[in-house]
């Protein structure tokens, strides 16, 4: 049975979804990092040949929040279940 936070008593099935589901949150992550590189370089790119606007174009934007948002999660996930 779960116990409440802050115990560090949890069932082990829960820790072990937990690891599984913070091993996905980590891929995320990664996968999100590596569309917002992709993303910087196209805008670098316009911006270095004289088109590209000045300004951190939306797409980059909201992939920079997407991967803040995973990775509260994350923290959240690894706070409550000790994890590493």
């Given amino acids: 049975m779960s116990s409440p936070r802050g115990t560090g008593s949890f069932h082990p099935n829960?820790?072990?979804?937990?690891r599984v589901f913070?091993?996905?949150m980590r891929g995320e992550i990664a996968d999100l990092e590596d569309l917002m590189g992709i993303a910087q370089d196209r805008w670098?790119?316009?911006?270095?040949?004289?088109?590209?606007?000045?300004r951190t174009?939306?797409?980059v934007l909201r992939l920079?929040?997407?991967i803040k948002e995973v990775q509260r999660l994350l923290d959240s996930l690894s706070a409550r279940f000790d994890l590493d």
């Fill in 14 to 18: 829960d820790v072990a979804q937990a």
């Fill in 22 to 24: 913070a091993e996905l």
């Fill in 44 to 54: 670098t790119g316009r911006r270095d040949a004289g088109w590209g606007s000045p």
């Fill in 57 to 59: 174009p939306e797409p």
């Fill in 64 to 66: 920079r929040e997407k």
